[in-house]
């Protein structure tokens, strides 16, 4: 398929070279920056330059050879001197003892000597040995600046290597920001698909590169688009013919369940008493089995909501009255609490009603008998909230991850014979049907399970 371009396709190549070109012009640029701004300087006389001591030297070094005394006064400026004598002795000068030592060396086998960062020249006096350090590098005109501040190379150098930096965290700045742009492209191709939203078309990011893994991912859109379609409608087929392979059973078992009923009625030995009773039971549990089955299509497919405005304080009174009677089969006491609960909101009350009923049903069952079951409803922040907590053994890790699952069992000791793993899973598929969300949790204080519905109220 071919990509949406929005511009001219260039290869990510020539994007890094254009980046590289600019670089390195920003480079020259700042090194003629510095030339000229040295230049500059030096043209205003605050800055010697690096010949400057070596000129003074020739001007003065007949009249230290041949006066009687080497004063400091003699010696020019940027100048160090030490005195010898014949041997290498140091007579007087301004240079220490290691520097005296190394002046030495440096001129004992020449009249000239150097290092990485001095000139010495060798000044032949009537018993003596004059020494003469320089260097041969630009310096402050300023004694203080001389004295506190690197050398102007040191300067220029440091602020070559500044701008070096500089410019090349801003050209890096600059092309991550661009390559940003053209991947974005890229990225919202993969939260599409992230989030199985296949209806969008691909744009050309403008990088040969980046189209290339673009045409595939939108070859991969086009496959898993179809592949997904094809597993929907299988899913929903099955459902379908799940629910009407339900619906079809329902008659014959009901045939079935009447002429039970019929046969019980009549002249019967014991044994056939007997029989008649094993199939009444039978039928009894198929048809729980088939309504668990109407239940799993309707959750799956999705409850049809008929919401309306109700009365707070009517539906609370009809849950309040069935929640009582649940718990009276097992002689468990129930303790409900309302609080800020709205005048009316608008749910379905039915569908609300039943998802409430299921998880108090659990919560019976898995209560011990004369066991205690809270029920909460309040509202906070535009949600109203219905809590159930009982008195049992409570979730196990594997309980909380899997508990709102179909057909999920869980622990033998929090598992029932006639819910067949359903009361949560429904719960839960009818409380995200009112945009809302369902918890599963153990109770800090009483130990048990506890579930919570949460959904939002206008």
């Not at 040969?208 to 673009?214: A, F, G, K, S, T």
């Not at 009894?284 to 707070?312: P, T, V, W």
Request: hydrophobic letters at 35%.
């Amino acid at each position: 398929m071919e990509l949406k371009r929005k511009h001219k396709v260039i290869k990510l190549r020539t994007i890094f070279i254009r980046y590289l070109l600019l670089f390195c012009i920003g480079t020259i640029c700042w090194v003629f920056i510095l030339l000229f701004s040295y230049s500059a300087i030096v043209s205003s006389g605050r800055i010697y330059p690096a010949n400057y001591a070596e000129q003074q030297l020739s001007k003065v070094k007949n009249a230290i050879a041949a006066s009687d005394t080497v004063t400091p006064e003699q010696i020019p400026e940027l100048c160090d001197y030490a005195v010898y004598a014949l041997n290498g002795t140091k007579l007087s000068g301004n240079l220490n003892r290691q520097d005296a030592e190394k002046a030495w060396r440096e001129v004992s086998t020449g009249e000239t000597g150097q290092n990485l960062f001095y000139q010495y020249v060798k000044i032949n006096r009537k018993n003596q040995i004059c020494v003469i350090r320089y260097s041969l590098s630009p310096q402050y005109k300023s004694p203080v600046l001389r004295k506190y501040l690197p050398g102007i190379d040191t300067v220029i150098f440091i602020l070559f290597i500044l701008g070096l930096v500089t410019g090349a965290l801003i050209l890096a700045s600059a092309f991550g920001k661009k390559l940003t742009r053209k991947m974005s492209s890229l990225q919202h191709a993969t939260q599409k698909i992230q989030s199985q939203d296949l209806e969008f078309n691909v744009q050309s990011s403008g990088v040969l590169e980046i189209d290339h893994v673009l045409r595939s991912l939108d070859q991969m859109k086009g496959a898993l688009k179809s592949s997904l379609k094809k597993q929907w409608d299988l899913e929903q087929a099955r459902r379908e013919q799940m629910s009407a392979l339900a619906h079809d059973i329902k008659t014959p078992l009901t045939i079935a369940r009447g002429n039970v009923d019929l046969l019980l009625e009549t002249e019967q030995t014991k044994e056939q008493k007997e029989y008649t009773t094993y199939i009444e039971e039978s039928t009894h549990q198929m048809e729980q089995y088939i309504k668990s089955l109407i239940e799993i299509s309707k959750a799956e497919l999705g409850y049809s909501l008929n919401r309306e405005l109700i009365d707070s304080k009517s539906f609370m009174d009809n849950i309040l009255s069935q929640i009582t009677a649940l718990g009276a089969v097992k002689k468990v006491t129930v303790h409900c609490k309302t609080s800020n609960l709205p005048k009316s909101f608008d749910i379905d009350s039915g569908l609300l009603q039943r998802a409430i009923l299921n998880i108090v049903s659990n919560a019976v069952e898995f209560s011990p008998e004369n066991g205690e079951i809270d029920f909460i409803a309040d509202a906070t922040q535009n949600r109203i909230r219905f809590c159930v907590t009982d008195c049992g053994k409570g979730f196990s890790t594997d309980d909380l991850k899997q508990a709102t699952q179909q057909f999920y069992m869980g622990d033998k000791s929090r598992s029932s014979n006639t819910h067949y793993g359903m009361g949560l899973f429904i719960a839960k598929s009818i409380a995200e049907q009112h945009n809302g969300t369902l918890t599963i949790t153990n109770s800090t204080i009483s130990g048990g399970g506890q579930v919570t519905i949460e959904i939002p109220i206008s």
